[in-house]
């Protein structure tokens, strides 16, 4: 699946595409097809998320592992991809979108705490990107 791509009236242009974070290559498509359409990168948007509802007790470590995929993976995956492209042109934004239930569990019938265990390790992993990205004044 996916977007398309549009130019602004100011030469710039938006992408949307969808992107599964299991599959590893992903990311690195994702930049590099933007790349290509529009010459550079300067904003990437990382909201991946894919939700199923379990209880804990319900949850087998492939379950475990497909949530920590699409959810904590995929975004760390555009992130490394994005980065360099960032470097090249000096300047460059990330934002990572996480979710609410980060902090307060879901309960009832929208319970996850996979998905949840695997934004809040999307958060920690935003913090250390952040304290990266000033380092290198982007």
Not at 94 to 115: N, R
Request: with cysteine; glycine share 16%; aromatic share 6%.
């Amino acid at each position: 699946g996916g977007g398309g791509g549009r130019r602004g009236e100011g030469g710039g242009g938006t992408s949307g595409q969808a992107v599964r974070g299991s599959e590893r290559p992903s990311g690195g498509r994702v930049v590099d097809t933007t790349v290509e359409t529009f010459g550079g990168l300067d904003v990437l948007v990382a909201s991946q998320g894919v939700d199923k509802v379990k209880e804990f007790a319900d949850l087998t470590d492939d379950g475990w592992q497909e949530a920590f995929d699409d959810n904590f993976f995929g975004t760390v995956r555009v992130c490394r991809a994005a980065i360099p492209q960032m470097q090249k042109k000096g300047w460059g934004r990330v934002v990572i979108v996480s979710a609410g239930s980060i902090h307060k569990q879901s309960i009832g019938l929208d319970v996850h705490p996979h998905y949840t265990a695997a934004k809040a390790a999307v958060v920690s992993a935003r913090s250390a990107l952040s304290r990266s990205m000033r380092a290198a004044d982007l």
